[in-house]
């Protein structure tokens, strides 16, 4: 059997008005893993210690050996990880360790109502796409526009828990209608090698 290689990160928008009616697609490649990505994976192979900076812009050192458990599929009303929106558009550099302005969960002026973190897989046999989707509904009274997107994970070492960002997208502008829903897909394309 042949082995599965990671061809490319992707991420999808799609953005539905008040009556479920799909108003904007789209879709663009990921070119937003960064450096805390990298060294997670460097720290399982090589087994050293990882110090990332968490999404407070605190350093911690994480031991690969002492991870209890790695998750990206947050709650419903949790703004702390999973995939996350904002309205910043510096841009992406490999060391950012949060988003340059997060849209906070909540139904007040300038925030979306977070929906839950979920995996997917499309497709099948070594051609099929493995990701995670949100769901962010617009409840504040007025159009939002999102301008960038992220994943963080919360990572725990049996007695804490960091939260940190492994990839940000700045994107074209997306403008959320009061009332409507955006869903943002990231995903991972594989392909035979």
């Known amino acids: 059997m042949k082995d599965r290689n990671i061809s490319s990160v992707r991420w999808r928008i799609t953005v539905r008005d008040k009556s479920g009616k799909v108003i904007e697609q789209k879709e663009g490649k990921g070119d937003s893993v960064l450096d805390n990505w990298i060294k997670l994976f460097e720290s399982i192979k090589t087994g050293t210690a990882w110090t990332p900076n968490d999404t407070s812009g605190s350093s911690c050192s994480i031991s690969n050996l002492a991870i209890t458990s ?7 009303g949790n703004d702390d990880y999973g995939i996350l929106v904002g309205t910043g558009t ?19 002026s300038g925030q979306l109502s977070y929906g839950e973190t979920s995996g997917y897989t499309d ?17 504040s009274g007025a159009d939002i526009t999102i301008k960038e997107i992220g994943m963080v994970l919360k990572i725990n070492d049996g007695s804490s828990d960091y939260y940190i960002m492994v990839m940000r997208d700045v994107i074209s502008d997306t403008t959320v209608p009061n009332g409507g829903r955006v869903t943002i897909e990231y995903w991972f394309r594989w392909n035979p090698s």
């Open 123 to 139: 497709g099948s046999g070594l051609q099929q796409d493995r990701g995670m989707q949100r769901s962010f509904d617009n409840n």
């Open 70 to 76: 790695c998750a990206g599929h947050a709650p419903a």
């Open 90 to 108: 510096d841009p992406v550099d490999i060391t950012d360790y949060q988003l340059a302005s997060k849209i906070s969960h909540g139904t007040g």
